[in-house]
C-alpha cells in the first residue's frame, strides 16, 4: 500500500506502484518471503523505496512518457475502485476478526477488590448451600422408599441451595439488574427456611437467613471499579 499526493496522477501512482514491487521482486526471493512471518525481515528494503520515491519526484512526466501511457490504458480498461474511509474501517475490522462496527464503548465490569467480610459471606454460603444439598439429597432417597409427600421439603432445600450459590456468583460477577435477583435470592432462601420449620430449629433457621442477608448485603455494596481517566494504552 502506498500513499500519495492527491495531485499525483492515478498512472503515476500505479506506475510508481509496479516500479516498487519489481524491485522488491528482484531483491528477495519467494523462499524467503515465505519465511517470513513479519514485515521487519524487509527493513532494509526502505531505502530502495526511498531511492524510487526520489526518482518519481523528481523525473519530469516527459521522461516516463512511454511508461504512463502503457499504465494509463490498463487503467481505462480496467478502473481502480475508490475506497472511501469508512470502507478502510470496515475492512480493518475483518481483518482484525472483528467485523461488527461499535459506535459506543464497552460497558466498564470491573468489580471492586473482594473484602474479608466478603469472602466470609462466601465460606458461609458456602456452607449453608452445602448443608441444603445434603440434607435435600438425604431426604430424597429416604422419601422415595416411604412416600411422596415430602416433595416440598425436598425442594425447600434445594431451592434455596441454587439460591445460595446463585448468590456466590453474583458476588463474584457482574450481572445487570443485581438488586432484583438479589431480592428474588433471598426471598427463596427465607421461604424455603420458613418451610422447613418443622425440620430445622429456630437458631438454624435463623442461622441460614442470617447468611443470606449477609451475602445481600455484600452483593449490593459491591459496586462496579471506576474508570480511571487520562490511562495510557
Known amino acids: 500500500m502506498a500513499i500519495c499526493s492527491h495531485r499525483c496522477p492515478a498512472a503515476m501512482a500505479f506506475c510508481f506502484l509496479e516500479t516498487v514491487w519489481w524491485e522488491f521482486t528482484a531483491s528477495f526471493d519467494a523462499t524467503r518471503v515465505g519465511l517470513a512471518s513479519r514485515p521487519y ?4 528494503f526502505d531505502s530502495v523505496i526511498q531511492k524510487v520515491k526520489w526518482h518519481f519526484n523528481c523525473v519530469s512526466p ?9 499504465v494509463q490504458e490498463e487503467l481505462e480498461l480496467q ?15 475483518v481483518m482484525n476478526g472483528h467485523a461488527r462496527v461499535y459506535s459506543e464503548p464497552a460497558p466498564n465490569v470491573r468489580m471492586e477488590p473482594v ?8 465460606v458461609l454460603n458456602i456452607m449453608c448451600a452445602a448443608l441444603n444439598l445434603v440434607r435435600g439429597v438425604h431426604l430424597a432417597e429416604h422419601s422415595l422408599q416411604v412416600a411422596h409427600e415430602e416433595i416440598g421439603n425436598i425442594l425447600a432445600f434445594l431451592i434455596p441451595f441454587v439460591a445460595c450459590i446463585f448468590q456466590c456468583y453474583l ?15 433471598l426471598l427463596f432462601i427465607c421461604l424455603g427456611n420458613v418451610y422447613l420449620h418443622g425440620l430445622r430449629n429456630v ?5 441460614h437467613i442470617g447468611v443470606a442477608f449477609l451475602s445481600s448485603h455484600q452483593i449490593l455494596t459491591r459496586q462496579l471499579r471506576e474508570k480511571q481517566l487520562d490511562c495510557g494504552v
Not at 516527459?62 to 502503457?70: H, I, R, V, W, Y
Not at 437458631?203 to 442461622?207: G, T
Open 115 to 122: 473484602t474479608a467480610l466478603g469472602v466470609l459471606s462466601l
Open 41 to 44: 525481515a524487509f527493513l532494509e
Open 171 to 185: 458476588y463474584l460477577f457482574y450481572s445487570p439488574a443485581r438488586r432484583a435477583k438479589v431480592a428474588l435470592m
Open 79 to 93: 478502473p481502480p475502485a475508490v475506497l472511501t474511509l469508512e470502507d478502510m474501517d470496515a475492512a480493518n475490522g
Open 62 to 70: 516527459a521522461q516516463m512518457k512511454s511508461s504512463l501511457e502503457k
Open 203 to 207: 437458631w438454624q433457621i435463623l442461622f
